[in-house]
Structure formats: structure tokens, C-alpha cells
């Protein structure tokens, strides 16, 4: 059974410094994604990471992904309160029967402070 | 492009009640939808896969007699939840998936209340 775990699952933070947050995957997957998701809201899309060794960025977020390790990275530069939200992690995997589906990590609560 | 709604955003109903979730993909053809359940302060569950013109494809655990899908047309897959209790107040989430890319476009959401 694929697990997707993330790190840290909190993670409170001051404006201005930097911070990483990990996305371990268990099995050989096609593709992953990063998502972020306001309160009460539904999932904002950020980034999709499609080969071994692709880095993407925009803004103050950085993702890169790693299949040798199965591990991909969401990189948070001078932070700002605007990025406090819960980011997810998800991974793609191809079912025979069934297509493709995605597999959540656990989520990540980012707060900002100032 | 790849927008998808979700009707209504938010219903609250008695328990014993059905309550019907559309999800549409306004601007492409898909042919695969899917629905997640979101409890608060927990992680996206899938649910089922969707896929248009035939029966949907339920998760471990989740009743397919309690939630009905229906996906008659490659813009508009239904969830209804039949005799919905307590429990089964959540933020119900859909996504559709492009023909290009694979990628699944998500839905605004639907906020169950089940009194």
C-alpha cells in the first residue's frame, strides 16, 4: 500500500527566515504534486514535479523531487504571513484496473507569524 | 481553462435525508472524475473514481449504497448521499481529469452539515 508521509505535519515559522517542508512517497511514481489549501477552502494547485531531478519555482516556494530517494521538497524563502495555509503533497500512481489516482500526504499547517 | 464547480457550496439537512453534490467541468471534456472526503484537520480521502458511462469504482471502506455516483456525461458527475447521519458531515471535494496531462483539476467544494 503506498504511504505518503509529510514533514513537519506543524510547522509555525517568523516572517523573513526559511524552512523546508519533506514529502516521502513508497513506491515508484509517474508524477507529484503540491498543493496548498486556504481554511474552509478547496485545494489551490502550486506545483507538478514530472521527472527525476525537476525543480520548480515561483515566488518564495520552491519544489523539487528526487524518485531515486521517492522524496520530493517544498522550500519556503523569507516568509511571508500570506503563506500561512496547509500544504499537500500528492502522489500519482497508475492502477492497472482502474487509472491513475492520487495519494495524500497528511498535510502540512504553515503559520506565518510576524 | 480546466474549471471545475461544485453545486451547492454548502447544505446543511436532517439527518435521514438525501443530498445530491453535482461537479462539473465547465470548460473540458472529462472523462474521469473523482470525489474526496475532507474531515477538519485531516488530509484529502479519495473515495471513489467516476468514470462517464459506467459504474464507479468505490475505495475500501466507503459504501457504494450509501454514496450513489452517477456519471452520465463527460462534464457532470453526481454524488448523492442517501440517509445522510451525522458522520457524514464533511467537505466533500471532486476533481475531474483533463484529456491532456493527466493532471486533475479540483472543485471548490461542498460543506455537508447533517443535523
Known amino acids: 500500500e503506498l504511504k505518503v508521509e509529510q514533514n513537519p505535519l506543524f510547522l509555525s515559522m517568523q516572517e523573513g527566515k526559511n524552512y523546508t517542508i519533506y514529502c516521502n512517497y513508497s513506491t515508484t511514481s509517474d508524477r507529484l504534486y503540491w498543493y496548498r489549501q486556504d481554511p474552509g477552502k478547496s485545494l489551490e494547485s502550486l506545483f507538478v514535479?514530472?521527472?527525476?531531478?525537476a525543480v520548480k519555482q515561483e515566488g518564495r516556494l520552491m519544489a523539487s523531487l528526487d524518485t531515486k530517494a521517492r522524496l520530493s521538497t517544498l522550500h519556503i524563502t523569507a516568509a511571508v504571513h500570506d503563506l500561512s495555509a496547509t500544504y499537500f503533497c500528492a502522489v500519482d500512481i497508475r492502477r492497472e484496473t482502474s487509472g491513475s489516482r492520487l495519494t495524500f500526504g497528511e498535510g502540512t499547517q504553515l503559520t506565518v507569524n510576524p | 481553462g480546466a474549471v471545475v464547480s461544485q453545486h451547492p457550496s454548502w447544505v446543511i439537512c436532517k439527518s435521514g435525508t438525501s443530498v445530491k453534490i453535482e461537479c462539473r467541468s465547465l470548460?473540458?471534456?472529462?472523462?474521469?472524475m473523482f470525489w474526496y472526503r475532507q474531515f477538519p484537520k485531516q488530509s484529502l480521502m479519495l473515495m471513489a473514481t467516476s468514470n462517464e458511462g459506467s459504474k464507479a469504482t468505490y475505495e475500501q471502506g466507503v459504501e457504494k449504497d450509501k454514496f450513489l455516483i452517477n456519471h452520465a456525461s463527460l462534464t457532470l458527475s453526481t454524488l448523492t448521499v442517501t440517509s445522510a447521519h451525522p458522520e457524514d458531515s464533511s467537505f466533500y471535494i471532486c476533481?475531474?481529469?483533463?484529456?491532456?496531462?493527466?493532471?486533475?483539476?479540483f472543485g471548490p467544494g461542498t460543506r455537508l452539515t447533517v443535523l
Open positions: 476533481s475531474a481529469r483533463g484529456e491532456v496531462d493527466n493532471e486533475q483539476f
Open positions: 514535479l514530472l521527472s527525476n531531478g
Open positions: 470548460d473540458f471534456q472529462a472523462t474521469t
